[in-house]
């Protein structure tokens, strides 16, 4: 059993950084590939970014590439991603998400893997 719980939402400006952060429970993070999603209001929930077990390889959506970084920490049990260059449009709920396999994580939808209970990231134009 994994419990993720995100951390690091808020408000700010176009332009403007956040840093989120998803803390695991449990001594078995490091086998898990994470990943974040996102879901904006009146819209299904879509893939952000993803990392292997071991930190090593990562994988972006197109529509974040190049403004995000995703990264963890196994020693300390902790997800984080970095959004710098925010835009209005990515104004949503940010999920951390976490599964066995880094291939398919960028499929996963709820009911399936591991799942935080999210924070709001609200970008203002």
């Known amino acids: 059993q994994v419990q993720l719980v995100e951390s690091g939402g808020g408000l700010v400006q176009a332009g403007g950084s956040l840093r989120l952060s998803c803390a695991s429970s449990?001594?078995?993070?490091?086998?898990?590939?994470m990943g974040w999603f996102r879901q904006a209001p009146g819209k299904e929930r879509e893939f952000v970014a993803a990392?292997?077990?071991?930190?090593?390889?990562?994988y972006y959506a197109d529509s974040v590439k190049g403004r995000f970084a995703i990264s963890r920490d196994n020693a300390k049990n902790t997800l984080s991603l970095q959004m710098n260059s925010l835009k209005p449009e990515d104004t949503a709920v940010y999920y951390c998400?976490?599964?066995?396999?880094?291939?398919?994580?960028?499929?996963?939808?709820?009911?399936?893997?591991?799942w935080g209970q999210g924070t709001q990231v609200t970008v203002s134009s």
């Open positions: 449990g001594r078995t993070f490091s086998s898990y590939a």
């Open positions: 998400a976490a599964d066995r396999v880094f291939n398919t994580i960028v499929i996963l939808i709820p009911g399936k893997g591991y």
């Open positions: 990392i292997s077990r071991s930190g090593s390889s990562t």
